[in-house]
């Protein structure tokens, strides 16, 4: 089973000042996210609001290197889909809240749901509903993992999605490559060059230190991460998140 994660992050002037209380988590709800919002933040509140009810966030776990939360709701189905039945259905999910580095992790859920339990733990954990934002990877970023993938020999290169790239007096809009062994290719190494963003890279980790086996990944620029090896262990995604923050996410 695929795992999707969507990776977030403490806005600047928040990186060290959240603070985690039980209590407090377990007090925030989305109408609180409203009354402490205004402009942009106040609309974009009421859109959620729509799409979640009786929503809660609950601390369920502490291991070493970050918190677990569980988030549930009932969340507003596609109108197609919710036909004749009630439009609302529950849901539940996981977020990982990392101690040193303040990222944090929503595990399979789509943005729109992600957003719901991003904003009651940036509430309850800083009194702001929108202290939390999506990571956002540039060209630089994608350059920096490839070498660590890269660096012991035994990483892969799969697949990259390049944007807005100049080659041989064209512009291209977006240039997709795939194929084994993508990282030897002059092609690859050329046109990453010229590009001036990356949309995703697809990549195999060398084994993990937790595992001794590597996984097989898809990054985004936005922060989406799929992870497609089956059987995952907490221990070796959490290796993985630790592999990010320490290539560009700390500080």
């Known amino acids: 089973m695929i795992k999707n994660c969507i990776i977030y992050r403490y806005r600047g002037k928040f990186i ?69 039945i009630s439009p609302f259905v529950p849901v539940d999910f996981k977020i990982w809240l990392r101690k040193k580095s303040s990222v944090v992790v929503t595990f399979n859920a789509g943005r729109k749901l992600s957003s719901v339990g991003i904003s009651l733990l940036s509430y309850a954990t800083t009194g702001k509903p929108s202290s939390i934002e999506h990571i956002r990877l540039e060209k630089n970023d994608f350059i920096k993992l490839k070498y660590q993938i890269l660096s012991n020999g035994s990483g892969q290169i799969k697949r990259i999605t390049l944007q807005n790239i100049k080659h041989e007096g064209l512009k291209f809009k977006q240039i997709l490559l795939s194929a084994n062994q ?42 989406g991460l799929a992870i497609y090896t089956p059987n995952l ?19």
């Open 16 to 84: 060290d000042k959240w603070k985690v209380d039980k209590n407090l988590i377990a007090k925030s709800n989305l109408e609180e996210c409203l009354n402490s919002s205004q402009g942009f933040e106040e609309k974009r509140m009421k859109a959620l609001i729509e799409l979640a009810k009786n929503e809660k966030l609950a601390l369920s776990g502490d291991a070493e290197k970050y918190q677990e939360l569980d988030v549930s709701c009932e969340f507003r189905m596609p109108k197609l889909l919710a036909s004749g």
């Open 182 to 223: 993508l990282e030897n290719s002059n092609l690859f190494n050329n046109l990453l060059d010229s590009a001036l963003g990356v949309a995703n890279m697809s990549f195999i980790t060398p084994p993990l230190e937790s595992s001794d086996r590597p996984l097989s990944c898809r990054i985004s620029y936005w922060g």
């Open 233 to 251: 262990l907490d221990s070796e995604i959490s290796e993985l998140i630790g592999i990010f923050e320490d290539l560009f996410m700390e500080g």
